[in-house]
């Protein structure tokens, strides 16, 4: 599934996949602990939500009740001034992310938020 949240608010704008309701971005935002697992680009990878069970368990539960086992998640401009976030979840199954794959997944991010920023601006 895909879950895309945009603007100074980041709103849902576009959710995708078969999971009882969709997250939201106050989800992960409110939680500070869950945002410093981002690196310095933005990008978070967690291949088992097992990684989160100790360290955040309100967001491992919240993982949990979507099904949602693996997941890419990028945050741009910046974890601290965030303005959009794509999570790319896979539900049922835990995945070992390969490097080409979190890459692909980092382009097609970055590329959904240009064209956001883009429409925004009115540049589209």
Request: glycine share 6%; charged share 20%; hydrophobic share 40%.
């Amino acid at each position: 599934s895909i879950d895309v949240f945009y603007g100074d608010d980041l709103k849902a704008v576009y959710i995708e996949g078969k999971y009882p309701s969709g997250f939201t971005a106050s989800d992960f935002f409110f939680e500070p602990r869950y945002m410093e697992l981002f690196d310095d680009n933005g990008l978070f990878v967690m291949g088992s939500l097992n990684n989160l069970k100790n360290p955040i368990p309100q967001i491992y539960h919240l993982l949990q009740e979507k099904h949602c086992m693996s997941l890419v998640q990028l945050v741009l401009p910046s974890v601290s001034e965030a303005r959009y976030m794509i999570s790319f979840n896979l539900l049922n199954r835990v995945h070992k992310w390969s490097d080409s794959e979190i890459s692909n997944l980092n382009l097609i991010g970055s590329l959904i938020f240009d064209t956001l920023e883009d429409k925004q601006s009115g540049s589209l």
